[in-house]
């Protein structure tokens, strides 16, 4: 409940405090005495926007601060998600600078006017004629009767549902159109793989080709260098095996001699068995050596193969081949295995939609229960409100639609009076006929659900004598169950509240200035009996005011 509101530098106000209380106050003031600036205030702290024009002195900001006392509102959760302090008696302040910026605080957390927002939707229901308008609304009628139904643990498991739904839908939309589009490369894209993979590249298959061609297109140079070395290495008398016999005997003469001789004798020795080896292995490669032009044209056609996909496919290595084989086999796999894939996800939504259908259904079922018990209870409410006569139809009807709080339409119709047909609510009902459903439809749900904090702003235009008396009624059993707070001009209804708060305008030093202050008992008297009589209400007036407020 709103237990506290201070308002600074707004509109017409300089500066105001007011405590609130629980069970009913009541607020009334003369036309144009600022009882709109107050819901204004009470707006902005709430998280509506604003600007520099809503300051009173221009020089300096507007502050506005409302204190709430919400422990028994199930708010931790929305807290800890948003990442503010919880307080049991929480405070909000709003700021407007001079230039036009605000700025917000939670608990003295700053915040955004989003989080604001939702968060005072959950503290205060503002309610005027203009949103009684919000009857008609198709959501505001379902909001109605889920709540006699007990459906909203439904609807949440629904909504979780119906959001998975969503999103597979979309993925198997995604699977159809990449399918769609994939197939119109497909008979492409399956050459050009069937054409890398029936190549079977190597990883470093071009380099040893290309090192292979060169030997078959040097062979001449390769057998004649080959020939020269093997012949320097074996002649008697000048070849190298020779000189490196005679050399190594030297050594081994003096080997004996010392370690350094030893190793001399050693390195020689390994020499002459490298160059034996050397030497046969010239002998083996020579004789194999020869000019085959058919391993020529294998060589040249394979070469060309690569040279030609690399151009084809504009790059310069195997490994960029071998990559876009692999590419291509994904796009030829992702048709190829598309149909499976596009199975498998319609098996998901399947699966879900069963699921939700069957919760749908379950709401639908406890909807159609609700909607007599709503109905009779709605009309003997309007009957004691002066609408005897008055008649409600609720027509709920089970579609095959997805809608965000189930699978069914409403149709909501009124009979105002005997022998009038059934009609759309906001074509047959009058504005003071709508306040009056508006306040029956508060009483009922006060009863299910725990509602905030409830501000009737002149709710009650249109109606007056012992209508206005039962609204008075309604009003009061309202807040039994929660704090309500309404701004009126019936005498009938501000004689019912526990706390009596009155607007008024004061001239300062020429300068005017909107205030707020609670009434005291004989004030309280004298407020009543002018919004009976007038301003110099007779003693009759004062007399009817004592016995309204007894």
Do not use: W
Not at 160 to 189: D, P, S, V
Not at 456 to 472: P, R
């Amino acid at each position: 409940m709103l237990t506290h509101l201070t308002i600074k530098n707004y509109a017409l106000i300089e500066s105001l405090s007011v405590k609130f209380q629980d069970d009913l106050s009541i607020i009334t003031g003369e036309t144009g005495a600022g009882k709109s600036i107050l819901l204004g205030a009470l707006g902005l702290v709430l998280g509506k926007r604003a600007d520099s024009s809503t300051l009173k002195d221009t020089g300096n900001k507007c502050i506005i601060e409302a204190q709430f006392s919400i422990l028994n509102y199930d708010l931790e959760s929305y807290f800890l998600e948003n990442d503010i302090d919880f307080e049991k008696e929480t405070i909000i302040r709003r700021e407007i600078l001079p230039s036009g910026k605000s700025r917000a605080f939670i608990n003295d957390t700053p915040t955004t006017l989003q989080v604001l927002q939702l968060l005072g939707e959950k503290l205060i229901d503002i309610h005027s004629q203009h949103q009684t308008l919000q009857l008609s609304d198709e959501n505001f009628q379902f909001q109605i009767i889920d709540a006699l139904a007990g459906n909203f643990q439904k609807i949440e498991s629904y909504k979780r549902g119906l959001k998975l739904f969503n999103q597979l839908t979309k993925e198997h939309t995604a699977l159809k159109n990449a399918e769609q589009a994939a197939k119109e490369q497909y008979e492409y894209n399956l050459h050009l793989y069937e054409e890398l993979s029936k190549a079977n590249f190597k990883i470093e298959e071009q380099e040893e080709l290309e090192e292979s061609l060169d030997k078959i297109n040097n062979v001449e140079e390769i057998k004649l260098n080959l020939d020269e070395a093997q012949a320097l290495a074996l002649n008697e008398e000048i070849g190298l095996q020779a000189l490196l016999v005679s050399f190594t005997s030297n050594l081994n003469r003096i080997k004996s001699f010392s370690k350094e001789y030893n190793n001399l004798f050693e390195r020689a020795a390994s020499l002459k068995i490298e160059l034996d080896d050397i030497s046969n292995e010239i002998e083996v490669i020579n004789e194999n050596v020869e000019f085959d032009p058919i391993e020529l044209e294998k060589l040249n056609d394979r070469l060309q193969l690569i040279y030609n996909l690399q151009k084809k496919h504009s790059v310069s290595t195997i490994k960029e081949l071998l990559d876009i084989q692999e590419s291509l086999s994904v796009k030829v796999d992702a048709v190829q295995n598309s149909a499976v894939k596009i199975l498998e996800k319609e098996n998901e939504i399947k699966e879900v939609s069963l699921k939700i259908d069957k919760l749908a259904k379950t709401i639908f079922s406890k909807r159609e229960k609700a909607i007599p018990v709503l109905i009779k209870k709605m009309e003997t409410i309007l009957s004691n409100l002066g609408m005897e006569n008055t008649r409600l139809k609720l027509n709920l009807k089970h579609t095959n639609q997805y809608f965000s709080n189930g699978k069914d339409t409403l149709e909501l119709l009124i009979s105002a009076n005997k022998g009038l047909n059934f009609g759309e609510l906001k074509k047959v009902a009058s504005g003071g006929e709508l306040s009056r459903i508006m306040l029956s439809v508060k009483t009922i749900l006060s009863e299910y659900s725990k509602l905030p904090t409830i501000i009737f702003d002149e709710i009650d235009t249109g109606v007056s004598g012992d209508v206005s008396q039962k609204m008075a009624d309604i009003m009061k059993l309202l807040s039994a169950n929660m704090q309500v707070i309404t701004i009126t001009h019936l005498p009938q209804i501000a004689a019912k509240g526990k706390q009596h708060y009155k607007v008024y305008k004061e001239d300062i030093n020429n300068n005017i200035v909107t205030k707020l202050k609670e009434l005291g008992k004989q004030e309280r008297i004298n407020e009543i009996a002018e919004m009976l009589s007038g301003k110099n209400a007779s003693e009759t007036a004062i007399e009817h005011a004592k016995q309204l407020l007894n």
